[in-house]
């Protein structure tokens, strides 16, 4: 299915609910330079520390569990708590921040979201390009 994002669909509420979107090369490559990514497998970058806390999609599903969940992958994670999932069931990648609330309390809090044609289309050369590529390659 391709996904299109209609900039005048770009309301507050949509901000606050999803994050920015994405929409060019270069969105794509400030958005990921903004990002120190870890090595997958650091205790930084564990995901399943968060059990089954869940974050926001796009998709039919609204919700995906951090862990547990086929319909999406992790594919980065950056220092801050971030993290950047692919939803196979929309094709679409998600980053988000899991803030706490109360100390004890997390939640996921939206960054951006892009189409997934178009981030695989640019990443690649983009991360190869970043401050910290050797980590993560
Ligand atoms: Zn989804």
């Keep these: ?19 920015r979107p994405l929409l060019n090369e270069k969105d794509i490559e400030s ?13 930084k970058a564990d995901q399943t520390h968060y059990q089954k806390l869940g974050f926001q999609c796009l998709c039919n599903a609204d919700m995906h569990a951090m862990n547990d969940d086929f319909r999406v992958n992790l594919i980065l994670s950056a220092s801050g708590e971030k993290f950047l999932y692919k ?19 997390h939640y996921c809090s939206p960054i951006w979201f892009v189409d997934g044609d178009l981030f695989d289309k ?3 050369d983009i991360l190869k390009k970043h401050k ?5 390659k």
């Design 87 to 105: 939803c196979t069931a929309m094709g679409i990648y998600i980053f988000f921040q899991v803030k706490a609330k109360w100390l004890v309390n």
């Design 31 to 43: 958005a990921l330079n903004d990002e120190t990514f870890l090595k997958s497998g650091s205790a």
């Design 122 to 124: 640019y990443a690649g």
């Design 1 to 19: 299915m391709p996904w299109e994002f209609d900039e005048s669909q770009l309301t507050p509420e949509l901000l606050e609910k999803h994050g």
């Design 132 to 136: 910290n590529y050797k980590d993560i």
